[in-house]
């Protein structure tokens, strides 16, 4: 795996602490959040913990900074004003985070499954993130219950039913 680029903004010490004035907060709580889906794809992650306070994306050692708690949330809740995550747990500790947001995931898969004329077939959850026959696919790789939560809003479309038998999922497309 290549080395993460971060940005200039990384090494600028203000950037880990949260900005007072409005319009500059709401620009630092921006990049965050870009740098957050970026950093997270590059690691092929879909959850956090606020807690982990030596990740890289928290915590620069070279500048002696990081993010706290409280930024780290207010990041995360940005995403989630975005539909780029939610929290896992009440105390919104834990978070799913989506590269994508759960709508865009199921458009690709449904488009994907139209364009190689599987509707009115039956896919595991595996097939459709892990397969081979959609290396070339954005959503592959996709961690399968950030998948099945993007299946779930195209069930509510009626453009699938979610199947679940022996504790493992398949999908039926429409």
Not at 87 to 98: A, G, N
């Amino acid at each position: 795996m290549s080395d993460f680029q971060w940005p200039w903004e990384y090494t600028f010490p203000p950037f880990f602490t949260l900005q007072p004035h409005e319009e500059t907060r709401q620009q630092q709580l921006k990049v965050w959040a870009d740098l957050f889906l970026k950093y997270l794809k590059h690691l092929n992650r879909f959850t956090l913990s606020i807690n982990e306070q030596n990740f890289p994306l928290y915590h620069n050692e070279t500048l002696k900074r990081r993010l706290s708690p409280e930024l780290i949330l207010l990041i995360l809740e940005q995403l989630q004003q975005s539909g780029h995550a939610a929290p896992l747990d009440k105390r919104r500790q834990e978070w799913q985070v989506y590269w994508y947001t759960l709508e865009e995931y199921g458009n690709m898969v449904y488009d994907w499954i139209q364009e190689t004329g599987q509707t009115n077939s039956i896919c595991t959850l595996y097939e459709i993130a892990s397969g081979e026959n959609t290396t070339q696919q954005s959503f592959h790789g996709v961690d399968e219950a950030v998948l099945v939560n993007a299946l779930r809003l195209l069930e509510e479309k009626g453009r699938c039913e979610l199947i679940e038998m022996d504790g493992s999922h398949g999908v039926k497309f429409f």
